[in-house]
């Protein structure tokens, strides 16, 4: 090749070698130490909602399998098919497999792909609350119900009324009162629901558009139902204002997570194609939440998703990487100790030694 050709090449070539590695660790292909060990060693898992039943920490996570489907933007090679619960009464010890909790083929209405489910506990009864898209391959959220925290649950014979989109999360206030908080952009679906209202052909917001917000409702003393429509959370930056979809280290994505921690309700979520988990601050479970930082920084692998959770004296954070496999789509839950400052904010966490 002559050179007045070949410069251009090597020009472009010696670009993207500095561009390689950081879209590396990014996508989960560079290896850091990090500073937990996979919690699941024989099963793929993520996703992990972490709660504190009968005195163990129990785990409601995803289960990653390898399916064959090609991946893409909109999450279809996330193909799951069933749930398993786990749990632990140590951190550093052993972790037990409970086995399947809920099958895809036991959910009348579902038609493909269990994605992060929540659970919550009332009056004797468990509640597994998972996301699915139904016969027409639209996303929508269920519940299903067990005796014991570990299930086997049976599914309701449809979804929750009113539900959309993916990844909720039930909060339970002081005074009783149960929330559900849910949504995710792109292959979520979050962004065809306007005024809680369908349209197959909504695009994915533009980096001049006002950024999607996540949503909640208050449940029913049933537990299986929304006692109220659903309304978006007011997710504001520092100066009061929402985010714009450009604003793609804070903005929400996915993932929502609420806890109640000295007097106040902190909403934390991931960021998505910038790989951020963020929190933000409020005064009342429906919000405002005012953005505070970032909780967790990207892990390996193009999802961040995660929980937090008291248990014997300590906070901890749960959420997963791809250490075992290096892939995608195949991940695996981890912990870590979380800590607050004296002001109330929290640390920031890394889940990598270097």
Known sequence: MPMKFLQPVLATAVAMSLLLPAAFA????????????????????????????????????SHDIE????????????????????SMTDVEGKVKNHGVALSLDDIPWAGRQLWAPDAAYKNGTYYLYFPAKDKQDIFRIGVATSKKPQGPFKAEAEP??????????????????????FGGIWGGQLQRWKNNQYNSTAPIPQPGDTAVLPRVAKLSADMKSFAEPV???????????????NDKEKRFFEAAWVHYYNGKYYFSYSTGDSHNICYAIGDNPYGPFTYKGVLLEPVEGWTNHHSIVFYDGHWYLFYHDVQISGKTFLRNVKVTELFYNEDGTIRKQNAYKN
Do not use: W
């Open 67 to 86: 399916s064959g489907v090609a991946e893409n933007d909109n999450g279809d090679h996330f193909n799951m098919k069933d749930y398993h619960v786990y």
């Open 231 to 245: 309304r978006e959370v007011q997710l504001l930056d520092e100066n009061g204002k929402p985010f714009m979809e």
């Open 26 to 61: 990014q996508k989960g292909t560079l290896k850091r130490e990090p500073v937990s060990q996979p919690l699941i060693k024989k099963q793929f898992t993520a996703d992990p909602s972490a709660h504190v039943f009968k005195g163990r920490i129990f785990l409601y996570p």
């Open 160 to 181: 929750i009324p009113g539900s959309y989109s993916i990844d909720p999360c039930v909060f339970r206030d002081a005074n009783g009162d149960y929330y559900m908080y």
